[in-house]
């Protein structure tokens, strides 16, 4: 099985991956800016599914010493945020290369 990537699929999953990132950013600081006191835990843990490698990045990247440890280093948030985008990006072009996948086989067609 030989791999090609197709570079134009990839830059759009690049930018639609971006999308997503930085739309579920904004969408949080919408929320948080909407409510006077904090919003309901359920929508916070459906916008916090893309803070997930952030636990990660925070124990790679700690505080320094004197720092508060509350609070995440600008690096652990950036490498955070570069993790997202990679997986985002990987599985925006997966599903993207199996729909072309099926429709050159048939499998997506509307004669059927």
């Not at 930018?15 to 950013?25: E, K, N, Q, S, W």
């Not at 997930?52 to 955070?80: C, K, N």
């Not at 990679?86 to 429709?103: A, E, G, H, P």
């Amino acid at each position: 099985m030989k791999l090609r990537i197709n570079w134009s699929r990839l830059g759009k999953s690049t930018l639609v991956a971006l999308c997503i990132v930085v739309g579920d950013f904004l969408l949080l600081a919408l929320i948080n800016h909407h409510f006077e006191k904090l919003p309901p835990q359920w929508v916070m843990s459906i916008l916090h599914f893309i803070f997930w490698p952030l636990s990660f990045t925070q124990r790679i990247f700690p505080p320094a010493p004197g720092e508060p440890t509350d609070i995440p280093t600008g690096l652990a948030v950036h490498s955070a945020g570069l993790i997202d985008l990679i997986v985002f990006t990987c599985l925006v072009y997966l599903l993207w290369s199996l729909l072309d996948r099926n429709k050159k086989s048939g499998v997506l067609s509307r004669e059927s």
